[in-house]
C-alpha cells in the first residue's frame, strides 16, 4: 500500500531516532520526504540512505524555533516537489536537556526551550499552512508525550502546549482542509532517552506500564501514518497516547 505517492512531507527532527522513522515510513509509502533538522551531518546521512533505497528525500536545515528558517525550509519544499501536503513537528530539546525545576530553571534556558519544544509546531505550522491552503487540503501531525499528563517540569509543559496548539489550531485550520493531530508516546527506546534516562529509571518505568516493555520507533509509525492520510480525512483535534498503557484514564 503506499498511500503518499505524489505527495510530499516535512518531517522536523528527522535526523535521528523517532523522527528518522518516520521519515523512512513515509518514504516507503511513497512520500518525497523533506529531512530537517538543525544536525546536517546525520540528516543528511538519513536523507541519502532513504533515496540509496529507492525512495526520494532531501535534507533541508532548520531551525524550527526561528520563523525566518521555517520560511526558508517551506520554500525549499515547494521549489524542489511542487508544494507541501504533509508536517510533522517532532523537533524538540530531549536528548540533551538540562534537568531543572519549573521554579529554579534559568529564565533563558526555559524561554530557549520553550521556542522549541512548544513554539516550533507553531512556527512550523504558520510556515507551511498557506502553501498546504493553496492546494485545498494537508495534514499535520504534533509529536507530544504522555510527559504532558504527567510531572515533568517544563518538558511536560511543553507538550501540554502542544496540545492545546493541536486543538485550537484544529479549528483556525479545519476551513483550509487542513487537519492537525497529535501522538502522544510513551517511553520509547531511543539514543536520546538512553541519554536522558537511567537504565534503573527506565526499568521502574517498565515495570508500572501494563505492556511491560518500552516503545520502538516503529510502534509510533502507524498512528503517524494513519493521522497524516486521507483514511483519518475527519479525524482533526485530537492527541493519540501511544505508550503501552501509561495513561489510563479512570
Ligand atoms: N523518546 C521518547 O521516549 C519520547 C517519548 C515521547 C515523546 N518524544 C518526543 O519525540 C520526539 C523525538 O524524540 P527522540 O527520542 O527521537 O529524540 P531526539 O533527541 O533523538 O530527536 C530530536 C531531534 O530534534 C532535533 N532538533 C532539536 N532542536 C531542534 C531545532 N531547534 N530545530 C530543528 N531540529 C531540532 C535534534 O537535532 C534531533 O535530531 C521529540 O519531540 C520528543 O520530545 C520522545
Known amino acids: 500500500m503506499a498511500r503518499f505517492t505524489g505527495r510530499s512531507a516535512i518531517v ?10 518516520y521519515a523512512r515510513a513515509l518514504a516507503a509509502e511513497g512520500a518525497a520526504v523533506v ?4 544536525n546536517t551531518e546525520d540528516g543528511s546521512a538519513v536523507a541519502a540512505k532513504i533515496v540509496a533505497d529507492g525512495g526520494t528525500a532531501k535534507f533541508s536545515p532548520v531551525d524550527v524555533s526561528d520563523p525566518e528558517s521555517a520560511a526558508a525550509l517551506a ?4 521549489a524542489e516537489f511542487g508544494g507541501i501536503d504533509h508536517l510533522v513537528n517532532n523537533a524538540a530539546i530531549y536528548g540533551d536537556m538540562k534537568l531543572n525545576l519549573l521554579l529554579t530553571v534559568p529564565w533563558d534556558y526555559y524561554r530557549k526551550f520553550m521556542s522549541v519544544n512548544m513554539d ?7 510556515a507551511v499552512w498557506p502553501h498546504m491552503s493553496a492546494r485545498g487540503s494537508g495534514s499535520i ?3 507530544s508525550s504522555t510527559a504532558a499528563w504527567l510531572y ?7 507538550k501540554a502546549g502542544v496540545n492545546g496548539l493541536t486543538q485550537q489550531l484544529a479549528a483556525e485550520l479545519g476551513g483550509s482542509g487542513i487537519r492537525i493531530n497529535a501522538i502522544a508516546p510513551g517511553p520509547i527506546d531511543t539514543e536520546a532517552t538512553k541519554a536522558v534516562t537511567p537504565a534503573a529509571i527506565v526499568d521502574e518505568i517498565v515495570a508500572r506500564l501494563p505492556l511491560k516493555r518500552m516503545g520502538t520507533p516503529a510502534d509510533l509509525v502507524g498512528a503517524c501514518l494513519y493521522l497524516l492520510s ?14 503501552g498503557g501509561q495513561i489510563i484514564r479512570s
Open 230 to 243: 486521507d483514511e483519518a480525512s475527519w479525524v482533526t483535534g485530537q492527541i493519540f497516547n501511544i505508550d
Open 35 to 38: 529531512v530537517a533538522d538543525q
Open 75 to 78: 520554500d525549499f519544499v515547494v
Open 12 to 21: 522536523t527532527g528527522a535526523a535521528r531516532g523517532i523522527g528518522a522513522a
Open 120 to 126: 516550533g509546531a507553531l512556527i512550523m505550522t504558520r
Open 152 to 158: 515533568s517540569s517544563f518538558y511536560g509543559l511543553a
Open 141 to 143: 501531525v504534533n509529536q
